[in-house]
């Protein structure tokens, strides 16, 4: 787990400005990036910013791509372009929707978090997903 350090404190403050409405709770250690979405991530197993990275690209990518918290699809289509900006933002890449669908069906939901590390690790390079390079 991060120790309330600069390092936990910088990483917290990398996300809220990442993400327009999201919030760190401190009392279950959760960054919610989305509240209508329940899009959160819980960081009390985190050892550094690959950790928190990793997080991001497995427990956000399904929502970038395919969440429907509304009812009308519209706000949907707006959800999820803007979830997709603020994972952006916080990773500094430019992933497309169809990028993150990728990302979703190979690392979403942690299903290979070796494969989510050498992601990271490597750039966040897609293509090295969609062509099994890893």
Known sequence: MFSMNNEFYNA???LE???YDG???FSSCEFIAHTKGNVFISLADCQDRDDVRALVLEWMSRDACKGQPYSQEWRNKQFRRLLLAEIN????Q???EKDMEIIYQKLGNAINHDLTMRFIKNGMNVYLLETDNY
């Open 23 to 25: 919030y760190f709770r």
């Open 89 to 92: 933002s916080y990773l500094g």
């Open 94 to 96: 430019a992933f497309t």
């Open 12 to 14: 917290v403050c990398e």
């Open 17 to 19: 400005r990442a993400f």
